[in-house]
């Protein structure tokens, strides 16, 4: 009888224990002491800056490097020797690419950053594959030509191309997520997060590049790890360069008709 009573009331009297354990939600009964918890997890500093935003989606907010606003390209410098001032036709507010003269580098440079950048294939663009309306945002130029770090900008709007080389894609290493192209002769845009890569002092790699990529409005590269400048040939590997690079617009040398930029700013990042 007194076996079966101990059986029935144990439970019973752990589960009141249980209870009254302070839970992992927040300590019991003493509100002054709940205060004083809650308040042990608060950060007060520091504090971040006030930002004003853009007025609309897309303008830059009052902490942006403005790299292109419409009206010149004093910011710019030929890429092929990075002195030679950008010599692409500046008209309407927009930038046209000048296949002729060659790809186009910031003066500045920069290391992390959020970027917006908008780009329009044109409407009469011909081609197919990699040879209609090729251009690139290179995160970091390296150097002349096509060296550094391409977010690769294409016709992808019913285009067919390899997946990892259309527009979105870090070339030749990451295929958009999903392809939110517009057709030629709509406006579109990229919203940028650039972590760049660090290198040690022997010119081995400390930490990889990473790039977050919306593509009006749509999430196409979600913190992709790179594992070194884009290659047109062969397997991508990290080269060295300084703490900060200039940002670099492509020339490309396919025979469609040149795209236009317009509205380019960075707002640089710890
Ligand atoms: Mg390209």
Known sequence: MRATLSVLVLPAFVATLAAQEPSRQGPPADPANRQSQAKATELWEPVPKVVTPGTNAGAPPSDAIVLFDGRNLDGWVLARDGVTPAGWKVADGILTVDKATGSIQTKRLFKNYQMHIEWRIPADVTGTDQARGNSG??????????????????????????????????????????????????????????????????????????????????????????????????????????????????????????ISFRNIWVRELP
Request: glycine share 10%; proline share 8%; charged share 15%.
């Open 137 to 258: 945002v290179f995160l970091v130029s390296t150097g002349p030509g096509d060296a550094g770090y391409e977010l690769q900008v294409l016709d992808s709007y019913e285009n067919a191309t390899y997946v990892n080389g259309q527009a979105g894609s870090v070339y030749k290493q990451a295929s958009p997520l999903v392809n939110a192209s517009r057709k030629p002769g709509d406006w579109q845009m990229y919203d940028i997060v650039w972590t760049a890569p660090v290198f040690n002092a022997d010119g081995s790699l400390k930490t990889p590049a990473y790039l977050t990529v919306l593509h009006n409005g749509v999430l196409i590269q979600n913190h992709f790890e790179l594992t070194g400048e884009t290659l047109f040939i062969g397997k991508p590997f990290y080269k060295a360069y300084g703490a900060s690079a200039p940002i670099k617009l492509q020339s490309h040398g396919d025979p469609s008709p040149p």
